[in-house]
């Protein structure tokens, strides 16, 4: 099964963390032993080869997801960009996550989302996407007007068709400081000062 790539990847986890402190501790106190009791013995030499090899491959683990999880900020940052761009190109638009992909059909599937401006959670179908839908997504959608009103109740099922999807980005990286920089605050804040209030609507 694929890895969801919408969530970040961890950088430290317990084990990791503990046996990095556990081999560091032990490769100082086996280099603490050596230069005292010099010229040391074969034992000692082989266990502090073994604990320096150890702690090189848990420095490797370290480096390898550093990496990744570098490269997943830059590929999420960049689609908060053009998230933000598709946002400011369009008159109305919506935000909503996908909290789950409930079934999987050759047309479209059949996924539970959350409208982010009120906190609404439903059933909806959205139509085959060029990408693959994956739970975390934040969805930037053109409203249709026939499906919520202002006033009205909110439908049992929402219908989302491919082209009313306009962009998506990793809801983890949503909250990222550095994601757009000083434009893409400036744009967001630009956007905001001229926004309409419904659904997140913003006309030109």
Known sequence: ??????????????????????????????????????????????????????????GAVWLARLRRLRFWTAAANEKWNRFDEAKLAHRTTAEVTVLSVDSLEPTGSWITIRWNRFDHVQRAWIEALPDPLWPGSVLLISPDPAQVRPGAPWPSTYYIQGPACLAWAPSEAHKLASRNGFRGCERRLSAFFSSKRWLGVRED
Do not use: R
């Open 1 to 58: 099964m694929d890895a969801n790539p919408v969530l970040k990847p961890k950088l430290a986890t317990p084990a990791l963390v503990l046996t990095s402190v556990a081999l560091s501790i032990c490769v100082t106190y086996l280099m603490g032993t050596m230069v005292a009791s010099w010229p040391p013995t074969l034992l000692l030499q082989a266990t502090a080869l073994a604990a320096l090899l150890a702690t090189t491959i848990a």
